[in-house]
């Protein structure tokens, strides 16, 4: 079986009853993703020498799916990070969920979100219609009572969900069995047809040099074609270059930030990044034909979005005490845990060269070679939208 490029994720958020008392703008995708950035920074800020695999759109999404159900401070911390107007922003979202997962994307993009509520837990009908609407959320109930039965049926949907290549989330220990009343879960399920495919033919074992600075041998696939490649600097003056890898679909790429110098380590350019960076890279970026070798990869990750979030002002919806879920339902709620799992597969496999790249490679000039051979990073965005719906750091492939 032929494994294309495919992205897997999981954003979880487990709702548990409360012992306490209740007390040219960015575009939609922009604005959620990132929140999300800010997330991955503070996330490889602990892991600098990790290969790390996030989606930012998974961290708006799950807030999304929780913000109908939120009120007083707890809504105003989750709008306020999301950057999101006060008068409810479900119609943008609407709009941006359809453009993610539209099938002229060509390329697959599937986003499914799942609310699975203890039975007999009073939800309220608006949180449930709403999310519905905006999301196309599945709802279903469980007995959360019989904790390992609720976490199978609930990864049994997950695996269904990412097509096999993320076959467990849940542990029967999140789950409380007095206590959990709500389990939301969103995904996205990327695969993507590489508009120029390498050919396994070219991929061969080449030197690495790694975050720990050992030096690995890899299998690094090479193709020579044309790209979109720039060079851009941090506001401390730091230059890296930046690859974009385009779908054949041509609404997705995948971008590659590599240091320009060999000494500079990924974590000083990490801090930099926003959807604001990256579209500036557009003006910067000129078409070159060049010899390319990147590794193939694949890196999987699970991210505790709890401390991330709190460090980001979205802290009420994790305090028993101040916790405002009321428009869930009359019973109060907070949120227990809130995780992101996510995967990414990258290799040679696509659809064959398109007819006018095949003739840009006549083109007479001796084409550069450009080598990812050490620490990078990796973005796939949307480019309709902006919307980045993954990234990452390989530190070693």
């Keep these: 079986m032929k494994h294309l490029s495919v992205f897997c994720l999981y954003a979880l958020v487990i709702l548990h009853c409360l012992d306490g008392v209740l007390p040219?703008?960015?575009?939609?995708?922009?604005?959620?993703?990132?929140?999300?950035?800010?997330?991955?920074?503070?996330?490889?800020?602990?892991?600098?020498?990790?290969?790390?695999?996030?989606?930012?759109?998974?961290?708006?999404?799950?807030?999304?799916?929780?913000?109908?159900?939120?009120?007083?401070?707890?809504?105003?911390?989750?709008?306020?990070?999301?950057?999101?107007?006060?008068?409810?922003?479900?119609?943008?979202?609407?709009?941006?969920?359809?453009?993610?997962?539209?099938?002229?994307?060509?390329?697959?993009?599937?986003?499914?979100?799942?609310?699975f509520s203890q039975e007999g837990f009073p939800m309220e009908a608006s949180f449930v219609s709403t999310n519905k609407e905006n999301f196309q959320s599945e709802a279903r109930s469980l007995d959360f009572n019989n904790p390992e039965v609720a976490a199978n049926e609930i990864n049994e949907w997950v695996?269904?969900?990412?097509?096999?290549?993320?076959?467990?989330?849940?542990?029967?220990?999140?789950?409380?069995?007095?206590?959990?009343?709500?389990?939301?879960?969103?995904?996205?399920?990327?695969?993507?047809?590489?508009?120029?495919?390498?050919?396994?033919?070219?991929?061969?074992?080449?030197?690495?040099?790694?975050?720990?600075?050992?030096?690995?041998s890899v299998p690094m696939m090479s193709q020579l074609s044309v790209f979109n490649i720039g060079m851009a600097t941090t506001p401390q003056g730091l230059k890296y270059k930046v690859i974009e890898l385009p779908y054949h679909g041509n609404t997705i790429s995948m971008l590659i930030v590599l240091p320009s110098d060999e000494d500079t380590p990924l974590s000083r350019v990490v801090p930099h990044i926003s959807t604001a960076t990256v579209q500036s890279w557009t003006k910067l970026m000129r078409m070159r034909k060049v010899h390319l070798v990147i590794p193939r990869f694949t890196a999987d990750a699970e991210v505790d979005l709890e401390?991330?979030?709190?460090?980001?002002?979205?802290?009420?919806?994790?305090?028993?005490?101040?916790?405002?879920?009321?428009?869930?339902?009359?019973?109060?709620?907070?949120?227990?845990?809130?995780?992101?799992?996510?995967?990414?597969?990258?290799?040679?496999?696509?659809?064959?060269?398109?007819?006018?790249?095949?003739?840009?490679?006549?083109?007479?000039?001796?084409?550069?070679?450009?080598?990812?051979?050490?620490?990078f990073l990796f973005?796939?965005?949307?480019?309709?939208?902006?919307?980045?719906?993954?990234?990452?750091?390989?530190n070693k492939p």
């Design 24 to 115: 040219q703008a960015p575009s939609y995708g922009e604005r959620g993703s990132d929140l999300g950035i800010q997330v991955f920074q503070q996330v490889v800020r602990s892991k600098p020498l990790e290969n790390v695999v996030f989606s930012p759109h998974g961290v708006a999404s799950i807030l999304g799916m929780l913000l109908p159900g939120a009120h007083g401070e707890t809504r105003k911390q989750i709008i306020s990070a999301l950057r999101y107007k006060k008068n409810g922003p479900y119609k943008m979202l609407r709009k941006l969920h359809k453009t993610l997962t539209t099938k002229s994307n060509q390329d697959a993009v599937l986003i499914a979100n799942g609310i």
């Design 159 to 216: 695996n269904n969900k990412t097509k096999g290549h993320i076959s467990s989330l849940i542990k029967p220990d999140m789950l409380d069995p007095a206590m959990t009343r709500l389990v939301t879960v969103n995904s996205i399920y990327f695969k993507g047809l590489w508009k120029s495919r390498f050919q396994p033919t070219n991929t061969k074992m080449r030197p690495f040099k790694g975050g720990d600075g050992n030096e690995y």
């Design 307 to 375: 401390a991330p979030l709190s460090a980001l002002g979205i802290t009420d919806m994790f305090s028993q005490v101040k916790a405002d879920f009321r428009h869930i339902s009359v019973e109060p709620v907070h949120v227990s845990r809130a995780l992101q799992k996510a995967k990414i597969v990258v290799n040679e496999d696509g659809t064959k060269a398109a007819a006018a790249t095949t003739a840009i490679l006549l083109a007479r000039s001796s084409p550069p070679w450009v080598t990812v051979d050490r620490p």
């Design 379 to 394: 973005l796939i965005r949307h480019n309709p939208t902006g919307t980045i719906l993954f990234m990452g750091q390989i």
